[in-house]
């Protein structure tokens, strides 16, 4: 038995959303749907995996998530996502995002470690994010970051 999402009026299996597209505000595809995860309680979609490339899955929560259509799921705000490549706040390269760290209750994000070259890597908390798109902004500059 499928389970079902409502959506624009009409109920639909969560099935169905296999392999839609995954957009965020900017028009940037993130992937495919791979699954859609039901609160086996409330039965309310909690969020999704998606997949894009080799290996390449991960989790988004339904704070991301603005509406599923009949094409995409269309997020409201961009994902922070593992390989996402992270500046400073003056955009300067600092390294790339190795790990989400998630807390275990309600699946948020707590903090990113970012790659800091061959052996390094460094935690920061979601606080210490400015924004998030393209690249992963930091709200300090690359001297603050190496001087903490």
């Known amino acids: 038995m499928a389970t079902r999402i409502e959506y624009a009026g009409k109920q639909v299996k969560a099935d169905d959303f296999k392999g839609k597209k995954v957009i ?16 086996t309680d409330t039965l309310e979609v909690v969020g999704i995996t998606v997949h ?30 593992v390989d996402s490549q992270v500046v400073d706040i003056d955009g300067r390269k600092i390294g790339k995002i190795k790990r989400l760290h998630m807390t275990t209750d309600t699946n948020e994000l707590e903090s990113i470690e970012i790659s800091t070259g061959l052996a390094g890597s460094r935690i920061f908390r979601t606080s210490e994010i400015w924004g998030i798109g393209d690249k992963v902004i930091l709200r300090q500059t690359k001297d603050e970051y190496k001087n903490p």
């Open 52 to 81: 894009k490339g080799l290996h390449k899955d991960h989790f988004l929560s339904r704070d991301y998530i603005d509406r599923f259509t009949e094409e995409s799921v269309l997020l409201s705000s961009a994902p922070i996502r």
């Open 24 to 39: 965020d505000r900017e028009g940037i595809e993130y992937g495919n749907v791979k699954h859609v995860h039901i609160n």
